[in-house]
């Protein structure tokens, strides 16, 4: 068990590409980070570097109190899953998780036990004479983390490795990572591009863009407090409707939110003094579709109502979700299935202003 | 309905002429590589009157002896062609697979600079013809004093097998997914460790095509021994057999035969053997596929 620590890290390629920007992280013992964002964010870049399979341009990396920049991958005391598995296919799933212990010159007994208490952990002590070509895609990735887990290393790097799992397994997977996690507590750094399965593992959630680190925090801060334009759109399924928009003033002191000439919506008094810098400027609104909602509820605090054109219905069972456009842009709202919205006629909503963001129009930056 | 009937039919019909073809096609194929080893074995069992006797048919055996073979085997010059050849392809072929195998896991996975014009350039050498230069390595070997040595075998062979060997394992290894050999870093594998416990078992369908490819050419190889060889006591069969068993325009067939019979031997037997290990697939499971 270790901490980590990522400080000042650049990966240049030749060529002059940065891949990672100069990033700092720390993480702490026992705690699971993931680190999320698009395509070639850095975020495996990242994963790679602490592993020791990339060289690091610049900065510095930590693990456990040691700086590991000239540090082989094998003295490092990490494991790492992959997204294809990397399960060697010549050997039994036993001899897969013992592989490291052998070279490791580990008593037969301890390379037995060890193996036997993580097949026990996983599942999988059934399948232990198998070679990797007999299991399923969910049995492969298991004996990769089993293969991880027999080596009891200081920190666990996982390369996306629910990617290649359909979706039920990969459900079922994740709460498994978690369940083994829970159990071996082991440092986690966890490579994702999915966002819920990042909400769903992460003790602290770190999203990357184009090599920098745009946010660093626990899922619930990044989804109630978002910094940026960026990690308010990446957090969140159906994203974040955005909307360009002017704040104004609305008499008696009080401000809104005015998108187009289509919309204006007042703004909570509790935030007038936040936005009060930002009047008659243009910004960027931001609200979540689960925070447009039917119409109910008016008359509390922030919950302004809102009547908009109906552009399409998506029904998905557990919530209908409505497609509008205002002043051109699409809004997205997550409402109840017992809606009677139809396309072509007006719905009556409720936006619940007091999760509003409003962001700066150039830098994306949420004020 | 009935357009439905006719396609199927019509594909019935484009189903039965590919396999007639393809049977015509076989068969033709069958013969002209058959036949050859067919006539060899009759004529080896046949005495030297009856191959030169003008009535009966050629493909027939009338009176069937293994005095040929019974000739060649305790004949002294022939044992020593056989061994020769058991001797020189034995260590060309461990020779050759020892480099092939280091040369092509550097070249394919350790990405040192100019390892890309290196693999090519490899395999560039194997573009040259060995009659282009059996005269320049002539001057080599007289050099170092191996004229008329199966030594000098030893040392040439290696050169014509293992560019194509290494191309064929460069091959291999590089579709080894990468992701194996990281795996085996973290989990504590040096580089040799990586090549002897991950590379060579993944890769030894690569590694049987190679060697069957480096026994060919030793093996087989005719135009070295014969510039290069010229006393009994170093030659090698393919030229042993020819330059004792035809004496001036005399050929003895029977025993050109039998020797070319006994000769084959090991290549059928190694190519049976190995044909069992040569498992395509070997990769499957190692990740997603």
Redo the contacts between chains.
């Keep these: 068990m270790a901490e980590v620590s990522v400080r000042k890290v650049v990966k240049e390629y030749d060529g002059g590409v940065q891949a990672v920007k100069g990033i700092d992280l720390e993480i702490a013992d026992h705690e699971f980070v993931v680190l999320v964002g698009p395509s070639g964010c850095g975020k495996s870049t990242t994963l790679r570097m602490i592993?020791?399979?990339e060289e690091i341009t610049g900065g510095e990396i930590w693990i456990g109190g040691d700086v590991v920049n000239d540090v082989?991958?094998?003295d490092r005391d990490?494991?790492?899953v992959?997204?294809?598995?990397?399960?060697?296919?010549?050997m039994s799933v036993f001899d897969n998780m013992a592989?490291?212990l052998k070279?490791?010159k580990f008593p037969k007994d301890e390379i037995k036990r060890r193996v036997d208490e993580a097949a026990r952990i996983l599942d999988i002590g059934m399948l232990l004479e198998r070679?990797?070509?007999?299991?399923s895609?969910g049995q492969?990735q298991r004996v990769a983390m089993g293969?991880a887990i027999v080596?009891n290393p200081k920190v666990f790097l996982f390369d996306e490795p629910l990617s290649?799992l359909d979706a039920k397994l990969r459900v079922q997977m994740r709460t498994e990572i978690k369940k083994v996690h829970q159990t071996v507590k082991t440092t986690t750094v966890y490579v994702t591009h999915d966002q819920i399965e990042a909400m769903t593992l992460a003790d602290r959630v770190v999203v990357m863009n184009h090599g920098i680190i745009e946010q660093v925090g626990t899922p619930q801060e990044l989804y109630h407090n978002p910094t940026s334009r960026f990690v308010a759109g990446f957090i969140g399924s159906p994203a974040m409707n955005f909307l360009p928009c002017r704040i104004e003033e609305a008499g008696g002191g009080g401000l809104l939110v005015r998108v187009g000439s289509a919309l204006s919506i007042p703004i909570p008094a509790a935030r007038t003094a936040r936005y009060a810098p930002f009047k008659n400027k243009e910004m960027v609104f931001g609200i979540r579709p689960e925070h447009l909602v039917e119409r109910r509820e008016v008359g509390k605090a922030g919950f302004e109502p809102v009547e908009l054109l109906v552009d399409v219905v998506e029904p998905m069972g557990m919530e209908t979700m409505v497609h509008f456009f205002v002043d051109g842009a699409p809004v997205c709202a997550r409402i109840d299935p017992a809606t009677h919205a139809a396309p072509e006629e007006m719905l009556a909503l409720t936006a619940d202003m007091n999760q509003m963001h409003i962001m700066e129009k150039d830098s994306g930056k949420v004020v | 309905m009935s357009a439905t009937t006719h396609g199927t039919n019509s594909l019935h019909r484009q189903r039965m002429w590919a396999l007639w073809g393809s049977y015509a096609a076989l068969a033709v194929f069958v013969i002209i590589f058959l036949v050859p080893p067919f006539y060899t074995i009759i004529t080896s069992l046949k005495s030297s009157a009856e191959i030169s006797a003008q009535d009966g048919s050629p493909w027939m055996v009338k009176h069937p002896s293994l005095e040929n073979f019974w000739y060649l085997i305790t004949y002294s010059n022939f044992q020593t062609y056989y061994l020769n050849s058991v001797m020189i392809t034995a260590v060309t072929v461990v020779v050759s697979m020892v480099i092939s195998v280091l040369a092509a896991f550097s070249l394919s996975r350790m990405g040192f600079w100019g390892s890309g014009v290196l693999s090519t350039g490899v395999f560039l050498t194997y573009l040259v013809p060995p009659s282009l230069l059996f005269i320049p390595l002539f001057q080599i070997v007289g050099s170092l004093g191996l004229i008329n040595s199966v030594w000098c075998l030893i040392l040439l062979y290696p050169t014509l097998a293992v560019p194509f060997c290494t191309w064929i394992m460069i091959g291999y290894f590089s579709s080894i997914p990468k992701e194996l050999d990281e795996a085996a870093l973290i989990d504590g594998a040096n580089y040799l460790q990586i090549l002897t416990k991950i590379f060579i078992p993944v890769a030894m369908p690569g590694i049987i095509a190679a060697t069957i490819f480096a026994f060919t050419v030793a093996w087989g190889a005719f135009l070295y021994p014969l510039a290069y060889l010229y006393t009994s006591n170093q030659m090698v069969l393919t030229v042993g057999i020819i330059s004792d068993l035809i004496r001036g325009d005399v050929f003895q067939w029977g025993k050109i035969m039998a020797a070319c019979l006994l000769a084959s031997l090991p290549p059928i037997v190694i190519y049976a053997f190995l044909m069992d290990y040569y498992v395509a697939g070997l990769t499957a499971g190692a990740t997603k596929g």
């Design positions: 592993a020791g399979l082989p991958p094998r990490i494991a790492m992959f997204q294809n598995y990397a399960l060697y296919p010549h592989f490291g070279l490791r070679k990797p070509r007999a299991l895609g492969r293969r080596r290649n």
